[in-house]
């Protein structure tokens, strides 16, 4: 499918029936798969055949849907995983190792800097943070002989700021590493991070990818492009043999396009088991069908909500890339030009209290630990994600008390202002 432009691919990528064969991507609702004979099955746990035998490993409709997100990226491989944290993790761990260090935008999801400073780090990974926006120079120096990947969000989970993708992608390549691109938030009908350089991007498929709040879901993309052999020193699992499968090289035997993903699956998964059911692959496909007619309304409901509240007496400071007043406007001119996402961060006039009494007045935004679905739905983190943190805290993360997260759903705009508007009053 990768001729086709994007609404084609979200609908139709990853699956073709055959003649007489379901239209829409059957739910293989079954945890194993029935063979005539015992060396058919072997070839199967050799990797010497593709097929399946285990759901754990690799299941049909898990297969088709990843096929399509893979497409949808410019990828070549792709795996489904059970949620955006078990993506991240995966893609991470499948070149780190004990002893090993990652460097890292410090503008990122809150699980995923949980995950990176403080369990990976038990686990012997060191990690390295940097601004978004730090220099070229300030970048290099981050990185050590022991730096295996650099990882970043194109667009940050809740801080909005906006991932100079290529400026990341061109220290990491001169160091000889992959960028790790987290794409949860514009979603590939607003960035395809690989043509910017990106080498692995991965997604919370909870988000807008299934865009109905309905399936905990992730994904790991792999472009295909990172020549692992050319670093063989670097990434040992993937260039020598894997005893644990009759010591096969991954790079040798499956190639650039396909080592990653396969390394990922007959490994992480194997042993992790973080897999996605098949009725969440199905519910997310529905979401996917769907996507690249929901993105720009979202875009289109958080710029008109981004422009209200900007102008509002009783807003300190609005957060949105689609504002010229905002830091990371230029940036994502380049890397969003049909904009990037329906999450608007604001901070009112009154600290915690003003944020409390305004949420709990407004009607249409529900408060949820939740974004980017259908709903719009709201967040204080002070007084609820966050609220272990004082203020003056609060202020140096970046995120001060009166600060509310605003996740724009799919509603009529005049009445999400509407209801903005009264509940500031
Ligand atoms: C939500 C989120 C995650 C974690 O995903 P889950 O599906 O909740 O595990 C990772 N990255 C970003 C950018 C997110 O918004």
Not at 380 to 404: C, F, K, Y
């Amino acid at each position: 499918m990768s001729n086709f432009k994007m609404d084609t691919k979200c609908v139709q990528a990853g699956y073709t029936p055959g003649n007489g064969e379901p239209r829409q991507i059957p739910i293989i609702q079954s945890t194993t798969f029935k063979y005539n004979t015992s060396e058919d099955m072997g070839k199967l746990f050799d990797l010497e055949a593709s097929g399946y035998f285990y759901t754990r490993l690799q299941n049909p409709t898990n297969d088709h849907v990843a096929a399509k997100i893979a497409d949808m990226e410019g990828g070549t491989a792709a795996m489904l995983t059970s949620s955006g944290q078990a993506a991240n993790f995966f893609a991470l761990f499948n070149i780190c190792e004990c002893g090993d260090h990652i460097v890292s935008s410090a503008s990122i999801y809150g699980g995923t800097f949980n995950l990176i400073a403080v369990t990976m780090k038990k686990m012997g990974i060191d990690v390295t943070f940097v601004a978004p926006t730090c220099t070229e120079e300030e970048l290099n120096a981050a990185f050590t002989d022991k730096t295996k990947a650099v990882f970043g969000e194109t667009i940050a989970n809740p801080a909005l700021t906006v991932l100079d993708i290529e400026k990341f992608a061109k220290a990491a390549h001169a160091h000889g590493v992959p960028l790790i691109v987290d794409n949860t938030f514009p979603t590939p009908v607003n960035c395809r991070p690989i043509e910017w350089g990106a080498d692995i991007v991965t997604h919370s498929t909870t988000k807008y990818m299934d865009g109905h709040g309905a399936a905990v879901g992730g994904a790991i993309v792999d472009s295909g492009k990172f020549d692992w052999m050319a670093h063989a020193e670097k990434f040992p699992g993937l260039t020598t043999p894997d005893e644990s499968y009759h010591g096969i090289v991954y790079a040798e035997k499956f190639g650039k396009e396909g080592a990653f993903i396969t390394k990922c699956t007959a490994q992480l998964m194997r042993d992790f088991g973080c897999i996605q059911s098949p009725q969440h692959a199905f519910i997310l496909n529905l979401g996917l069908e769907s996507l690249h007619v929901r993105m720009p309304k979202h875009v289109e409901n958080g710029q008109a909500v981004a422009e209200f509240l900007e102008k509002h007496p009783k807003v300190k400071k609005v957060n949105y890339s689609g504002l010229p007043s905002d830091p990371y406007y230029e940036v994502a001119k380049k890397y969003l030009p049909n904009g990037g996402c329906g999450v608007v961060s604001f901070e009112l006039e009154g600290g915690r209290k003003a944020a409390e009494t305004f949420m709990s007045r407004l009607k249409l935004a529900a408060i949820e630990t939740h974004v980017a679905d259908a709903r719009t739905c709201c967040l204080n983190p002070a007084t609820s994600t966050h609220r272990q943190m004082t203020d003056e805290q609060l202020e140096a993360a970046g995120i001060p008390a009166g600060l509310v997260r605003m996740s724009c759903g799919l509603e009529s705009k005049e009445d999400l202002i509407a209801d903005l508007e009264q509940a500031l009053q």
